[in-house]
């Protein structure tokens, strides 16, 4: 999911809102190259039902084309934007910064995923 910070529309919290009028348990919000702090968390309360909320953010570099080059990164706890003209590098920066990242869209066609990058376990 993404909110107006990026290319969404709904607020993190009306997309809590519409994850617990569909019951779900848990959403996750990742705006391009911009990490939202403090928005993480419990929505709701015992009357609707709760849900949690998560957030990351997807990165990748507006200057490269295709634009199909996105990678999902949590639990950084600082924004990684700066590091996504060069993916080795924004690997490398997730990672000294505890952080997990994916792959968003692996199949895109355009996206050579076999260039010489490491620190990904299924590149």
């Given at each position: 999911?993404?909110?107006?910070?990026?290319?969404?529309?709904?607020?993190?919290?009306?997309?809590?809102?519409?994850?617990?009028?569909?019951?779900?348990?848990?959403?996750?919000?990742?705006?391009?190259?911009?990490?939202?702090?403090?928005?993480?968390?419990?929505?709701?309360?015992?009357?609707?039902?709760?849900?949690?909320?998560?957030?990351?953010?997807?990165?990748?570099?507006?200057?490269?084309?295709?634009?199909?080059?996105?990678?999902?990164?949590?639990?950084?706890?600082?924004?990684?934007?700066?590091?996504?003209?060069?993916?080795?590098?924004?690997?490398?920066?997730?990672?000294?910064?505890?952080?997990?990242?994916?792959?968003?869209?692996?199949?895109?066609?355009?996206?050579?995923w076999r260039e010489d990058i490491?620190?990904?376990?299924?590149?």
């Open positions: 999911m993404h909110t107006p910070y990026s290319d969404g529309e709904a607020w993190h919290s009306e997309i809590a809102d519409a994850a617990i009028a569909t019951k779900l348990d848990f959403v996750v919000v990742t705006d391009h190259n911009i990490w939202i702090n403090g928005v993480q968390g419990y929505y709701g309360d015992e009357k609707r039902g709760y849900v949690l909320l998560l957030t990351g953010q997807e990165i990748h570099d507006r200057t490269r084309l295709p634009q199909v080059n996105h990678c999902l990164v949590y639990n950084a706890k600082t924004e990684m934007n700066r590091y996504a003209p060069d993916p080795q590098a924004l690997i490398k920066a997730v990672n000294r910064a505890g952080g997990m990242k994916f792959l968003a869209h692996p199949f895109d066609k355009g996206v050579d490491e620190g990904i376990p299924w590149v």
